[in-house]
């Protein structure tokens, strides 16, 4: 059985991401901040779903989460950084915890996460960072998302350097950059729009693209948008 590792697994894209795997015979490691809402998969799926929890804000919660995966001598087939964190606020007001939050979740924690989780990587792996598209290059902007739409571009770029980095390994490394999905998140920063997406469509683009897509495209940017508000 073929193992993959979500983290932000508790919800939006990722908790419909971690049901997609599940529903497809796969062993997933759902990692999240809080694993309270992943209690009904565990559930439904206590053979093949571990909960791990897990603060990208934290190292110290990095270190256990990957010490957690190694004492089992797991392995990791697939590994989607899911997670994500959104400060929607003027940039003059800005704080200096909101920027040290929003690029701890999005690009700090999980460069660190793939630190320590490389070693426990199969060959022939596949690393997906799920950025935003107001982290794509030559995109649309919009006020009060700088914080959240900068550290997505540095996800952005790292998995463009990690495949540089790892050019001479199997190991494969993309970024998916996802306009408008129906989620909590899209509500916080866009109050009152609605995607023409929902989490559960855009789950079934994302495990088609982690599972396959390596096989054809290494250390590219890809936009995934029907909509940008």
Request: charged share 15%; glycine share 6%.
């Amino acid at each position: 059985m073929k193992t993959v590792l979500i983290t932000g697994a508790s919800r939006g894209v990722g908790y419909a991401t971690t049901t997609r795997f599940l529903n497809e015979g796969w062993h997933v490691i759902a990692c999240s901040r809080n694993i309270l809402p992943l209690q009904k998969l565990i559930s439904e799926y206590p053979d093949v779903l571990r909960p791990v929890k897990l603060d990208l804000e934290s190292e110290q919660s990095i270190n256990e989460a990957a010490f957690s995966v190694s004492k089992r001598r797991e392995r990791i087939d697939i590994l989607i950084h899911c997670a994500g964190h959104l400060v929607n606020t003027p940039f003059t007001n800005i704080t200096a915890q909101d920027l040290a939050s929003s690029y701890a979740v999005n690009v700090i924690g999980p460069f660190q996460l793939t630190q320590k989780l490389f070693p426990m990587l199969n060959e022939n792996s596949h690393t997906v960072f799920i950025s935003s598209m107001g982290g794509f290059q030559g995109s649309v902007k919009f006020p009060g998302l700088t914080a959240y739409s900068t550290s997505k571009a540095a996800a952005a770029s790292l998995s463009e350097c990690l495949q540089a980095e790892f050019a001479g390994y199997s190991h494969s490394f993309n970024c998916l950059c996802l306009g408008a999905v129906q989620t909590e998140m899209l509500q916080q920063a866009f109050p009152g729009y609605t995607a023409p997406l929902l989490p559960g469509q855009m789950a079934g683009y994302i495990y088609q693209f982690a599972t396959t897509a390596h096989q054809f495209i290494k250390g590219k940017v890809i936009p995934v948008s029907l909509s940008t508000p």
